[in-house]
């Protein structure tokens, strides 16, 4: 677990690096900011898992400071100190959550128990996500891929039984569904719940085959027996959509996104179906992200700008939202974030006689101080050296 410690008071960083046996309890004090600022900028290119800070400090306080870090960090674990027990600020660690908020002075045993409980927390979080993203999808990916590897000639009684595929005089189809943000309910009782679903689905259309892929994705090949011709089929398609998003709606409140392959009446053509949904799914992802980018080309000076109301704008879980821009652009999504708004920061500085707070407030920072960090940051001179070169030096 790596610990970021946030003070003012350099006798309290000091202390902090001897007060408590770190590498007893498996734990690594990786940095101590004197202020918001200085554990914004470590944090570019140092994540913690826990930041320990204090709330009253000049420059940038603890929760100022947060609030920022926890649109880039949305898993970082917050514990706040604080010399007055002030319910305002209790209330904005509530928001934040927090996993504990300490009034000064705080006895060590208290600290390191606090510690503990967010251990057990990022622990737990991080076994959730390993079981829910890693095993159980590798044992069903793997199956899926296998046999799409080997374009499905390997099917046989044994596999169709498994998978309950039927085809006799009728069609079938390869498909996605993509689930958007659920904030209402842990990942581990999502999958739970996507996997009663599931198996309700296998029930209710016999001869087709539905898994949980993760907690964004489903996949499923659904067949229809004994349908007359495409028409008849798709009819049945579209009344199986209606019915998953009838239960997604009525246990989660959502609607899937689904990605069609061809329609096929042999089991052997299941590959070539694949392959057309992934092309139809990827075709409309290369869609969305091109209609996020110009949606924050648009919204960039908007301060309430993050990853998770993008997210929610487009109907989109963040994480997965994250992972397909850097899958597509190798690049992270508030990364590209902060490069619209430096541009633009930089034009209006070469084009304007704006006062550098101005052009923070243009271009959706609202601490002056952090704009100027961050374009120090990305332009490797200050906004000043910038006005007056009329460049950066290093891009």
């Not at 091109?290 to 990853?307: G, H």
Request: charged share 20%; proline share 2%; aromatic share 14%.
């Amino acid at each position: 677990m790596k610990i970021l410690f946030n003070d003012d008071d350099v006798i309290a960083r000091k202390n902090i690096e001897k007060r408590i046996p770190w590498a007893q309890y498996g734990w690594e004090l990786i940095y101590c900011a004197k202020n918001g600022m200085d554990a914004l900028e470590f944090m570019q290119a140092h994540q913690p898992d826990v930041i320990l800070t204090d709330i009253k400090m000049p420059v940038m306080d603890g929760i100022q400071m947060a609030i920022i870090a926890k649109d880039y960090y949305p898993s970082v674990k917050f514990i706040f100190l604080s010399g007055y027990k002030d319910f305002e600020y209790a209330q904005q660690a509530l928001k934040l959550n927090a996993i504990d908020y300490l009034t000064k002075p705080v006895m060590t045993q208290t600290l390191i128990d606090v510690l503990k409980k967010a251990e057990c927390l990022i622990k737990q979080e991080k076994k959730t996500t390993y079981v829910l993203e890693q095993r159980y999808p590798q044992i069903c990916r793997h199956f899926i891929s296998q046999l799409m590897t080997n374009n499905f000639t390997g099917i046989d009684q044994s596999v169709c039984q498994a998978l309950d595929l039927r085809l006799d005089n009728g069609f079938g189809t390869v498909g996605f569904v993509d689930l958007k943000s659920i904030d209402s309910i842990t990942a581990q009782g999502l999958m739970a719940l996507l996997k009663q679903g599931c198996q309700q689905w296998n029930d209710a259309f016999p001869g087709s085959f539905f898994v949980p892929l993760d907690t964004t994705q489903l996949f499923f090949i659904f067949t229809a027996n004994h349908t007359a011709d495409k028409k008849a089929f798709q009819l049945k398609l579209q009344q199986m959509q209606a019915h998953l998003n009838a239960w997604l709606e009525e246990n989660l409140h959502i609607y899937g996104a689904f990605f069609y392959g061809l329609y096929f009446q042999e089991l052997q053509d299941l590959y070539l179906s694949y392959q057309t949904a992934q092309k139809t799914r990827n075709n409309q992802i290369t869609d969305l992200m091109s209609r996020i980018q110009q949606y924050i080309k648009a919204e960039y000076s908007n301060p309430e700008l993050t990853l998770l109301n993008i997210a929610n704008h487009f109907n989109i879980n963040h994480c997965y939202l994250t992972s397909l821009y850097k899958e597509k652009y190798g690049i992270n999504l508030y990364d590209y974030l902060i490069q619209v708004r430096m541009e633009k920061a930089a034009e209006l500085l070469k084009t304007t006689d704006l006062k550098s707070y101005q052009i923070a407030e243009l271009t959706g920072y609202n601490n002056g101080q952090y704009f100027s960090l961050s374009f120090k940051k990305y332009y490797g001179c200050t906004v000043t050296e910038f006005k007056h070169n009329g460049s950066a030096d290093t891009r």
